[in-house]
């Protein structure tokens, strides 16, 4: 009994150090990235990886880093584990910038296929109206807050600009609020579906 507590106690205290470590390995890699290392970058997400690699976002950020580093291979394969793990915006997949060097490969094209097989059965049973309106929700709620953070690097933030900017943001979110709170009288909380 006592061998089997033991046991379980090292057990817990590797998982923990390979957590803690994981983690540091991400955290740097993500800070290599922003500096735009991306040879270091990639083989830190490697290293992580080979601890665990369940995280979709983590993979999607490791095939980013990769493809600008120049490994494709690498990046496709962190793309595809990303996509299996339930990475799911191919919007955004399919215009970033960071993937750019992929498109002309072929196995891009089985990506994105594998992605839209995907999307078709999760969203096979979804309120089709309802999410085309919250989408268009989000859509214009993030217009703003993208147009303001591009501002702040032009224009002083009591600038005319920038008061210009927050009201339309303040009006906008009102509208939207009361676009949600519709929804929720009507349906309740809605679920992924």
Not at 140 to 160: H, L, M, T, V
Request: some cysteine; charged content about 30%.
């Amino acid at each position: 009994m006592r061998n089997n507590i033991y046991t379980l106690l090292l057990l817990l205290l590797f998982a923990s150090v390979n957590a803690q470590e994981y983690s540091e390995l991400i955290s740097k890699a993500d800070q290599l990235y922003k500096i735009k290392d991306y040879k270091m970058s990639t083989d830190l997400y490697n290293k992580a990886f080979k601890i665990e690699n369940e995280n979709p976002n983590h993979l999607y950020n490791g095939a980013c880093a990769s493809s600008l580093a120049g490994n494709t291979n690498k990046a496709f394969k962190w793309l595809n584990l990303s996509i299996e793990r339930g990475w799911t915006n191919l919007k955004h997949l399919n215009s970033d910038t960071d993937l750019e060097n992929l498109h002309s490969k072929k196995k891009w094209r089985k990506t994105i296929e594998k992605l839209e097989k995907k999307l078709e059965l999760i969203e096979a049973n979804y309120d089709k109206p309802l999410q085309t309106e919250l989408l268009t929700i989000l859509e214009e709620d993030q217009k703003y807050r993208i147009q303001i953070n591009e501002a702040q690097k032009k224009f002083a933030q009591d600038s005319k600009e920038m008061q210009d900017l927050w009201k339309i943001i303040i009006q906008k979110d009102s509208i939207n609020l009361l676009k949600v709170k519709k929804i929720l009288d009507e349906k309740g909380w809605v679920g992924k579906d």
